[in-house]
């Protein structure tokens, strides 16, 4: 028998705010090497006590997770670790773009000054559809349904020791059809 699983949402994008809205920049592009362009995401993860957010940087053209923070609430601080984090381990960001939809997080004058800083573009969705960051959603679909992350943890210490091994898995382990049946780590490492 085949039981349908219950699908929870929660909300994680605020995109009415003050802050300037980017153009979307990675309409007609060419992604062909890794750190040409990184999307940018926040998910839940439930906790018994509640959620916590997920802050999730892919590369797009090798799908790996390059940068990550799971944090207690929706405020900048876990956009900021994840995208630190991204850009220590680059090794090459000439041209960068970074792509994300038009959250308070994203837009705001902390996050956009670091992305400034460091010479990467900015690119954000225009019409705030899941379409236009297809890819960040796609990879936390993949975290939650195939990872197991849409179960509810029993504490904020269980949710990362779960979200690191589900990163792990996915970056080194899971092979991808877009791939040529390659990990994200494997191309990201071949091609970087």
């Known amino acids: 028998m085949l039981t349908l699983r219950k699908k929870y949402s929660s909300r994680t994008t605020n995109s009415l705010h003050r802050f300037y809205k980017y153009k979307n920049i990675i309409k007609d592009v060419q992604v062909t090497r890794p750190n040409q362009v990184w999307v940018s995401d926040i998910t839940y993860i439930r906790t018994v006590k509640g959620s916590c957010y997920l802050a999730l940087i892919t590369d797009m053209h090798s799908r790996k ?16 670790r994840a995208l630190n984090k991204a850009i220590y381990q680059a090794k090459n960001i000439n041209g960068l773009i970074h792509h994300s939809d038009r959250g308070i997080q994203y837009c705001s004058n902390v996050y956009t000054q670091i ?9 954000m969705t225009e019409e705030n559809h899941c379409y236009e960051n297809a890819l960040a959603e796609r990879v936390n679909g993949i975290l ?17 020791r779960a979200t690191k091994n ?4 996915y970056n080194e382990i899971r092979l991808h059809l877009s791939l040529d049946f390659k990990t ?3 191309v990201y490492k071949l091609t970087a």
Not at 65 to 80: F, R, T
Not at 144 to 160: I, N, R
């Open 144 to 160: 939650k349904d195939e990872f197991y992350l849409d179960q509810t943890f029993t504490s904020m210490d269980h949710a990362k």
């Open 65 to 80: 997770i390059v940068g990550y923070d799971l944090s207690d609430s929706l405020e900048l601080n876990g956009c900021v």
């Open 184 to 186: 994200p780590n494997m």
């Open 115 to 123: 992305l400034k800083r460091n010479k990467i573009d900015i690119s």
């Open 166 to 169: 589900a990163i792990n898995l």
